[in-house]
């Protein structure tokens, strides 16, 4: 997904040109607010939202749920571990041979399916958020939203390296499949694979003192250097009202479904 996520990052829609600044404020605030929710009603109403928000950036949904299926895969044992974790049966409602049904393994059901919602939501708006912008230019508004600048530059480097050291661990593999060598689930496999990866950090180590250098010899400071600069209009300040907005109400909702729940004062 890191490699690809900025694939439609040419395209031309509303989210595109947002000022990134405030997208991702904006679509983050929203993130945290669809976290922070524990009624599955409103969850799914900030699900409903982060798919809009893809919809309005025009980025293929094949794409963005090709992307998602490997949490998926991660979140979906929730529904199996959760219900067996409550030692609380509650009222029972039916038995259906071994199985049991109670007010409070539907509820146990209901927020497990809360959880994976919540972090299908959040994965989601990642899209919208990260991927409508280059990742240079991403990484220019974490600048200049003020973060940490180590912070920044360890997302730069991460970024432009990551693919570097995948290409450096495929070349390792096929030597390793050109010399005879063949996976599989036994000590030696193991063994292989844990010095190929050592020497993955070896080289790793190598190539990161070699870019110090050069980066030091070329009068590197510290900053991201690009050719685009941000210039926030009124529809920035509109949409990122409009989002922020959205997810402060979401809370509001969650606080007076609270106050209701519990009768008040």
């Avoid at 904006?26 to 969850?43: D, E, G, K, P, R």
């Avoid at 003020?146 to 495929?170: C, G, S, W």
């Avoid at 292989?192 to 050069?214: G, N, P």
Wanted: aromatic fraction near 14%.
């Amino acid at each position: 997904m890191i490699s690809e996520i900025d694939r439609y990052a040419s395209l031309a829609s509303p989210i595109h040109r947002w000022d990134p600044r405030f997208r991702l404020v904006s679509i983050f605030t929203l993130i945290f607010s669809v976290v922070l929710l524990y009624n599955l009603q409103l969850v799914v109403i900030g699900m409903i939202s982060a798919i809009i928000l893809v919809c309005i950036s025009k980025i293929p949904f094949s794409f963005v749920l090709s992307r998602m299926k490997l949490v998926f895969i991660f979140v979906l044992p929730f529904f199996i571990i959760i219900p067996f974790t409550l030692t609380d049966t509650g009222l029972e409602i039916a038995h259906l041979g071994m199985v049991t049904v109670s007010y409070r393994g539907i509820e146990s059901v209901e927020f497990a399916a809360m959880i994976v919602l919540k972090a299908l939501t959040a994965v989601m708006l990642i899209f919208p958020m990260i991927g409508t912008s280059r990742m240079d230019i991403t990484i220019k508004a974490l600048e200049g939203l003020h973060l940490p600048n180590k912070l920044v530059q360890m997302f730069a480097f991460t970024y432009r390296y990551i693919f570097v050291l995948d290409d450096e661990f495929m070349r390792t593999d096929r030597a390793l499949t050109s010399r005879g060598f063949k996976k599989r689930g036994d000590l030696y496999t193991l063994t292989t694979m844990s010095k190929a990866i050592a020497m993955l950090f070896v080289k790793s180590y190598e190539r990161a003192d070699r870019v110090f250098y050069a980066m030091r010899s070329k009068g590197y400071a510290g900053t991201v250097a690009t050719l685009h600069e941000f210039h926030a209009g009124r529809q920035d300040w509109v949409n990122a009202a409009f989002v922020v907005g959205f997810a402060l109400l979401l809370q509001v909702a969650a606080t007076s479904d609270t106050f209701s729940a519990t009768g008040g004062f």
